[in-house]
C-alpha cells in the first residue's frame, strides 16, 4: 500500500493524474477500491439449515480476512476516514451485504425453532459483527473459523433441535 501513487498508476494505465483524481481522492482510497475488487460478494450459503449456513457464512468471512488482499482491505480501512466514500463503499460492499445474509438467516432460524424466538436479531448481528471488526480494526487476534464458531455459539445460545 505505500507503494501506490497516483502517479505509478496514471502511467501504468497510460492517463493523465486528473483522470485517476475523477475517480478517487487519494492513492489511499484507489488502492482500497483494488483491493475491494479482490474481495468476493457475499453468496447463498450451501445448506438448508439456517444455522449451519450462517456457519459458512461466517467462516467465509474469517476466510476473507485470512487472504493476503482481505488483510490490506482490514489495513486500509483501519487508516481511512469512516465517512469517507471508500469506507461507505467497504461497508455497504462487504459488511451490509454480509449483515443482510445473515439476518436471513438468523429470522429462518427463528422460523425454524432453531433459536429462541425472541432473538433480537440486529443486536445479535452487531455482536457478531461488531466482534469481527474489532479484531479487524485493532489485530490483536486472527479471525479464524473457530473464533467464528466460538462467536456464533456465544451470540446465539443453545439451538433447539
Not at 502517479?7 to 482510497?29: C, D, F, L, M, Q
Not at 424466538?117 to 473457530?146: E, N, P, S, W
Request: charged share 20%; net charge neutral.
Amino acid at each position: 500500500m505505500p507503494g501506490v501513487t497516483i502517479e505509478a498508476v496514471a502511467a501504468h494505465a497510460g492517463v493523465g493524474k486528473p483522470t485517476i483524481y475523477r475517480y478517487w481522492s487519494n492513492a489511499h482510497e484507489l488502492a482500497m477500491a483494488a483491493l475491494m475488487e479482490a474481495v468476493p460478494e457475499a453468496k447463498q450459503p450451501g445448506s438448508d439449515d439456517p444455522i449451519k449456513a450462517l456457519q459458512m457464512l461466517l467462516h467465509g468471512v474469517a476466510s476473507t480476512f485470512n487472504d493476503p488482499a482481505g488483510r490490506h482491505v482490514a489495513l486500509a480501512l483501519a487508516s481511512a476516514d469512516a465517512s469517507s466514500e471508500i469506507a461507505k463503499a467497504f461497508r455497504s460492499h462487504f459488511i451490509q451485504s454480509r449483515r443482510k445474509e445473515a439476518e436471513a438467516l438468523l429470522s429462518r432460524a427463528i422460523e425454524t425453532n432453531r433459536v429462541n424466538a425472541d432473538m433480537r436479531i440486529d443486536l445479535t448481528l452487531d455482536m457478531i459483527f461488531g466482534a469481527v471488526l474489532y479484531r479487524l480494526l485493532m489485530g490483536h487476534a486472527k479471525i479464524t473459523t473457530k473464533f467464528m464458531d466460538e462467536l456464533l455459539a456465544a451470540t446465539i445460545g443453545k439451538t433447539h433441535q
